[in-house]
């Protein structure tokens, strides 16, 4: 009884936790991302428009890069996307590569 017990709460701070960390990315993705790549990561803003983003609800797109590659990006920028390092912590742009990732359809 004990170890059910035990393994109850363990799953239920890991689901807490996980949606947590869930919630903080989205709010991450809002106030980073969203003014370029769109609320939904279909890119459909004026700047994305303008900068050709590419809609990460595409299964294909995010098939084209990996985790490595898109942390790589957020940190240090690419064309006309600015670096992040200075404005992110290492785990929070992590844990906005895992929210792309829910992102494709």
Not at 15 to 40: F, M, P, Q, V, Y
């Amino acid at each position: 009884m004990k170890t059910i017990l035990t393994i109850s709460i363990m799953t239920a701070a890991f689901a807490i936790g996980t949606t947590s960390a869930r919630a903080d990315a989205a709010e991450l993705w809002a106030k980073n991302c969203a003014s370029c790549h769109a609320k939904d990561g279909s890119g459909s803003t004026a700047m994305g428009k303008k900068s050709k983003v590419k809609d990460y609800r595409d299964a294909a797109v995010q098939a084209g890069f990996s985790d490595a590659e898109a942390i790589k990006v957020i940190t240090d920028g690419k064309e006309a996307m600015k670096p992040f390092k200075d404005k992110l912590k290492a785990d929070e742009i992590k844990s906005l590569v895992a929210y792309v990732r829910t992102l494709k359809k």
